[in-house]
């Protein structure tokens, strides 16, 4: 599937479904409707979406993905905490969702157990698009760990913000604050444990046996989620 950040026919495809997935959901009458309404060749429209309507929602997502980067880099981040900037970051991703029902819809169809990969795939993308943006250099395990919380964290925030109707979305705006703590604590434990003399025996050959996972790097395989170097 093209990316929807710099394909303008994609773009027209997806602004083309968005009125239609309120009431068909991210479905092949939504695509079909889409590429009616735009007056795509049916055949061309496969080829830019060979999934149809699964790869608007997908473009939809990322969609959202390159907004929240783009709105983080004009932000003064300076005077805030990193777990501060973290949940600002968060809180950017929900504020550029246009409308509340794709994502909705969107979240119904991730859930699906032949779509849950993709689905994983891109709440893992949204964590490491805050991750990046917020200047993280970390290359070895660390780069995952940070990454899988953080999914975690966001995919929890999202189920809450559908279901959330309090003003100015405030009820979403104090979970985030407790996940974020809950983030923090976990840490703080990590920490702890590896200052711990009684636990060094546990610890020491974990931490070898970690030091030799390393993030993706340009030369791998990009279908692939990391590699393992023999530090030896």
């Not at 394909?7 to 968005?18: F, G, S, T, Y």
């Not at 959901?25 to 149809?52: E, H, M, Q, Y």
Request: aromatic content about 8%; overall charge negative; some cysteine.
């Amino acid at each position: 599937m093209t990316d929807a950040t710099v394909d303008p026919i994609l773009n027209q495809l997806l602004d083309a479904a968005l009125p239609h997935v309120a009431f068909d959901g991210w479905s092949s009458a939504t695509f079909d409707a889409a590429v009616s309404d735009i007056g795509l060749d049916p055949a061309g429209a496969k080829a830019i979406c060979p999934r149809g309507a699964v790869d608007l929602a997908v473009a939809y997502h990322q969609r959202g993905d390159a907004a929240m980067v783009a709105a983080l880099a004009q932000a003064d981040l300076s005077d805030m905490r990193f777990r501060d900037k973290v949940a600002h970051a968060i809180r950017l991703r929900l504020r550029v969702i246009d409308d509340k029902e794709a994502v909705r819809r969107g979240t119904t169809l991730f859930a699906l157990p032949h779509m849950a990969a993709d689905g994983a795939k891109l709440i893992w993308g949204t964590a490491d698009a805050i991750w990046t943006a917020l200047g993280d250099t970390s290359r070895d395990v660390n780069w995952y760990t940070k990454r899988m919380t953080l999914s975690g964290v966001y995919s929890a925030v999202v189920l809450f913000w559908l279901g959330d109707d309090s003003l100015d979305q405030q009820a979403t705006d104090a979970f985030i604050d407790r996940r974020i703590d809950n983030v923090m604590q976990f840490e703080k434990f990590k920490a702890q444990a590896k200052s711990n003399p009684l636990l060094k025996p546990l610890t020491g050959p974990l931490e070898r046996m970690l030091a030799a996972i390393k993030a993706p790097g340009a030369s791998d395989d990009p279908n692939l989620p990391g590699v393992w170097r023999d530090p030896q």
